[in-house]
């Protein structure tokens, strides 16, 4: 087929920004770029592959000549253009959770789940950030001996919230080390020097909507629904990565070094653990990075088939825009663009 047209909604955000540097490092073969965000940035001009394109106005037009859509700008957003760019023919990767858990709408992670694309209606979800490097690290483990539970906490940089929220983070953190009163306005609390254990909205059962997520995603990506995730979910004052204290239960017993060598194995793992040497996966090393990193990998000494271990990945990134980048180039692969018109 001809280099498909693509289409990125909230191209100036934190994971579009991300986005269009990694269509260049991927060497995403694209005819057609063009970009958009919300009306206080029509006009401007962003730089791709040394090209200077203008930020346009998601009018429903612009979806015409689309084959890719690429959509992370707000679930508000997404719920109002999802539908309307699918409608006007273009394949559309939607990076909120409007979607994620409808049952017509495949959310995928391509190492994990590639084959839930041929069933696409012209969308696909991806998942959230802290769910898709939680089920890289496990889904070579589930396969090998099936996971009945999982206790995971996280530690989630404020990129996933967005740029007001980096910005926040550098404003609150120079105000306190100048001795000054830091503003409060993206979170509830401060964030700067400080670890918060609320990341989107409280649900009826306690758990936050985040949390949620992480049960619900997980079963879907993972076509494994008994599994019970329990998941407190943690934001910490740090730009990028985010980091999972992730304790497994399994079926039956599972050696340290059997896991070790099945995430090895997995494509898009990295394992990193020699505690001894101080190595195991920090933020700052995903950081720019495509791989889920894991390590601290031991037997969990609370439960007898249990194991645990420290995720740690790029949450722009394999979080977004990599697994969102990953998704085209396998539709593309298995020739499933819907012909236009
Ligand atoms: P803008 O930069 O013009 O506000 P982040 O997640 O970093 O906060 O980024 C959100 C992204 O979504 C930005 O690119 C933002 O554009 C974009 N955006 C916000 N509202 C809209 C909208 N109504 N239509 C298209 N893009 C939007």
Redesign the pocket.
């Known amino acids: 087929m001809a280099n498909p047209n693509v289409v990125v ?9 991300v986005f269009l540097r990694i269509l260049e490092q991927r060497h995403f073969p694209v005819n057609r770029l063009r970009l ?7 006009g ?1 001009r962003i730089k791709v592959n040394g090209d200077e394109l203008p ?1 346009e ?2 009018t429903p037009e612009i979806f015409d000549d689309a084959d890719f859509a690429f959509i ?3 679930t ?2 997404s719920r ?2 999802v539908p309307v760019a699918a409608q006007r023919g273009a394949f559309v990767i939607d990076d909120s959770s409007a979607y994620r858990m409808d049952p017509k709408v495949p959310l995928v992670v391509p190492e994990i789940n590639p084959e839930d694309l041929e069933w696409h209606r012209n969308i696909s979800a991806i998942p959230n950030c802290s769910t898709t490097q939680m089920v890289m690290a496990l889904y070579p483990l589930h396969k090998a001996n099936p996971i009945k539970r999982i206790i995971v906490d996280t530690y989630q940089a404020v ?1 996933g ?6 910005e926040e983070l550098r404003e609150q953190s120079r105000s306190l080390l100048d001795g000054g009163a830091p503003k409060v306005a993206v979170y509830p609390h401060r964030i700067a020097f400080n670890v918060m254990p609320h990341i989107e909205p409280f649900m009826e059962d306690g758990y936050t909507r985040e949390e949620q997520k992480m049960l619900y995603e997980t079963r879907k990506i993972m076509h494994a629904p008994d599994i019970a995730v329990s998941a407190t979910c943690v934001r910490v004052p740090v730009y990028l990565s985010h980091s999972e204290a992730v304790h497994v239960e399994f079926t039956e017993p599972m050696e340290p070094e059997e896991a070790r060598d099945l995430m090895a194995a997995f494509p898009g793992v990295i394992v990193v653990d020699d505690p001894k040497k101080n190595q195991y996966p920090l933020a700052i090393d995903a950081a720019d990075k495509d791989e889920v990193f894991v390590g601290r990998i031991r037997k969990d000494s609370s439960c007898a088939n249990g194991i645990a271990m420290w995720v740690v990945s790029d949450n722009l990134r394999k979080g977004a825009a990599t697994n969102a980048i990953q998704i085209a180039e396998e539709v593309v692969k298995r020739e499933l663009l819907r012909p236009r018109g």
């Open positions: 909604v909230g191209a100036t955000g934190a994971v579009g920004r958009c965000a919300s009306p206080r940035s029509i401007k930020l106005a998601t992370s700008a707000s508000a957003v109002e253009l990129s919230t967005g740029t007001l929220a980096m």
